[in-house]
RNA sequence: GCUCUCAUCGUCUAAUGGCUAGGACGUAUCCCUUUCACGGAUAAAAUUCGGGUUCGAUUCCCGAUGAGAGCACCA
């Protein structure tokens, strides 16, 4: 059995009806690696047949979104409605064959209906009544203007399918009920355009969020009268919030520019959102983009829903920060490539988790904050000794060249102080001084970023705030 | 309510019809260390429950329970 070998064609159908969200990005990303896996397609598609939710400035952001994450596509943006003359012609030609019919129903009246059905503990389904009206009847309602929209007959028998992921899968059709594909000619809906547009794009594989799952049977019934080949299916499993719902803005941001906002790197989200229900085949955490495409395999990829877990974000952020040199850490920060910087940066790299961390992680370096004299003491040594120590340190200091006042120097010069008099009680106050706060990096280090004359400008401040205490 | 789906440490997950069920995040303790962070080490922590098949089931089958999604003239 030689099977044709179809090429992958893979496509990511978002709605700019918000802002794209982290399950749409998950969606896009596993399109991706499926395409560049495979050597195939990847396709972009805006479904935004809803003309009252579409807006450009979401549309803008799903491209923004799929670009900063770096998933290029293959094809498109195709919009939906730039494609309407296509729907129109299946949509005919559906109605020509009786798969699908005019519905003048109310609003109101299916409203009943579906609220009869509930309450006799049955699932709402559309009644099909509409479905026995003659060509004259259906003409002369169109005549009277009677509000429309167009149905397709979904047949009452069971429809199977294969899942990748999930294996077989049965829906009942009888149970479904008709549904609307159209408002009307021009105004396709959802369920309807997805299946002509697939087809019509050749796509060979629909990798969607398992909410899609229960539509899967209306649209094969649709390919099916449309007499469309049927792709291959894979749902993939849901992002959830804590407490296991589907993921919402209630526990954690889903907008993806958010993340960025936010100061993540999308090598470090890109990897964290492969890895919310799927995993290679080892113990690795850390994988790059080219890693991702060689090791990913849709029949990996897991059943059930994976909790959106921010702890990890942040470790995975933090482990790709660490990667980038100081120089794509000053671009990436927006932070003038200067000597001081650099040094600056190599001292904080290690401490921010996400990007956003920088500036209040290294504000002391370019102003002293105020602080008060008990932060100088160490533990509870005598402040006398505290004072002495900084004095001494001050005239050591004091005594190196400009040019000397590197890091190795000073080590050099004020460790063997340090030994002598403890190491709390000159080293700590010192960091102290240059710092000027609880948490810092070393004092040679912050030493070695300020300078000569910042240094002893703050170890002059300091020794003011401890003698003037000792006057009083 | 109906339909569908799912079920391994708190979380993301690995594994096999067969050793003490492995890794990572988080947590705790220790080491490094003037502080913080990084790094290193150690520890606690899971196969939802009940049947069956089998010499043996976390794995296969059935049932229960629990959880989730869908049930629009949204996508």
């Known amino acids: 059995m030689t099977a044709k070998k179809t090429e992958v064609r893979v496509r990511i159908a978002p709605s700019p009806t918000g802002y794209f969200h982290v399950g749409g990005a998950r969606t896009a990303l596993f399109n991706w690696l499926f395409a560049k896996h495979h050597g195939g397609k990847f396709i972009l598609r805006i479904e935004d047949t809803d003309l009252e939710r579409s807006k450009k400035i979401f549309e803008e ?4 979104s799929l670009q900063w994450l770096g998933l290029d596509w293959d094809e498109g943006p195709i919009r939906q409605t730039d494609r309407l003359n296509i729907y129109e012609k299946h949509l005919r030609q559906l109605l020509e064959k009786g798969s699908a019919y005019y519905c003048f129903c109310t609003k109101e009246e299916l409203e009943a209906e579906r609220q009869g059905m509930l309450a006799q503990g049955f699932a709402p389904k559309y009644s099909g009544k509409c479905r026995k009206l003659t060509a004259d009847e259906v003409r002369a309602n169109q005549k009277k203007a009677l509000a429309s929209v167009i149905r397709f007959r979904i047949p009452e028998t069971r429809v199977d399918f294969t899942d990748i992921i999930r294996g077989n899968i049965s829906f009942d059709g009888a149970l479904i009920g008709d549904i609307v594909i159209a408002k009307d000619l021009r105004s396709p809906l959802y369920n309807f355009a997805v299946v002509v ?14 909410e899609h799952l229960a539509n899967t049977p209306r649209q094969i019934f649709i390919q099916e009268a449309l007499g469309f080949s049927r792709p291959k299916y894979a749902h993939l499993p849901l992002i959830l919030n804590p407490d296991r719902s589907k993921m919402s803005k209630r526990f954690s941001a889903t907008a993806l520019h958010e ?7 999308s090598e470090a989200l890109v990897n964290f959102i492969a890895f919310l229900g799927w995993h290679p085949k080892d113990d690795k955490e850390i994988l790059s983009i080219e890693e991702l495409i060689k090791e990913f395999d849709l029949e990996r990829v897991q059943k059930a829903g994976a909790v959106f877990n921010v702890d990890k974000l942040d470790w995975l952020n933090a482990q790709y920060l660490k990667k980038l040199t ?4 000053a671009k990436a920060l927006a932070v003038a490539p200067t000597e001081d910087n650099f040094k600056i940066i190599e001292l904080t790299r290690e401490r921010m988790k996400k990007l956003t961390d920088f500036k209040a992680l290294t504000e002391f370096f370019y102003e002293l904050p105020d602080y008060d004299s008990k932060l100088l003491v160490w533990k509870s040594s005598p402040r006398r000794a505290i004072l002495e120590n900084l004095r001494e ?3 050591l200091l004091g005594g190196l060249k400009s040019d000397d006042f590197t890091r190795a120097e000073s080590e050099k010069l004020l460790l063997p102080l340090a030994e002598a008099r403890g190491r709390g009680d000159t080293l700590w106050p010192l960091r102290a001084a240059l710092s000027g706060q609880e948490a810092s990096p070393g004092p040679f280090e912050i ?9 002893l400008r703050r170890i002059q401040i300091a020794i003011d705030k401890l003698a003037s205490h000792e006057e009083n």
């Open 326 to 329: 100081a120089k794509e850490l």
């Open 197 to 210: 547009d697939d087809a019509e794009m050749a796509i060979s594989h629909v990798i969607r969020g398992e």
């Open 61 to 64: 952001d799903i491209i923004t």
């Open 447 to 455: 030493m070695d970023a300020l300078g000569k004359k910042e240094t």
């Open 259 to 265: 993340y960025k906002d936010h100061g993540y790197l």
């Open 393 to 395: 340190e001050e005239k």
